[in-house]
């Protein structure tokens, strides 16, 4: 009985790891970080909002959600620079600078006072 149940703990995170090695293989590579990403990214998945990875970043599907967070924080959305997204907050100008971490999700910056 004992030995069973571990075997389907084992093979679940065997699983997981399969999953997460076959969405993010190619970004494991970059100098992120990954313990935030995979707490993220089961939110991130099946929500319609940006998930907040550590102090400075989130983790989105698409930068329609990571506005909208920004919105809800405050931020009014200006315009988009290249990967600079602009944003306005009591008068002052902020940017948040986005990048792909794999072909399904990209990673934002905190807005930060220009």
Do not use: C
Request: proline letters at 2%; a neutral charge; charged letters at 15%.
């Amino acid at each position: 009985m004992v030995k069973t149940i571990l075997f389907i703990i084992f093979g679940v995170l065997l699983f997981i790891l399969f999953v997460y090695f076959a969405v993010f293989g190619r970004a494991l590579n970059q100098q992120e970080n990954h313990i935030g990403i995979i707490f993220a990214l089961p939110e991130a998945i099946f929500s319609s909002s940006a998930v907040r990875i550590d102090s400075q970043a989130y983790l989105t599907r698409n930068s329609a959600f990571f506005i909208k967070k920004m919105e809800e924080e405050g931020f009014n959305y200006f315009e988009q620079l290249g990967a600079g997204y602009i944003f306005k907050k009591e008068g002052e100008s902020y940017t948040s600078i986005s990048r792909m971490y794999s072909s399904y999700f990209m990673i934002f910056s905190w807005p930060l006072k220009n």
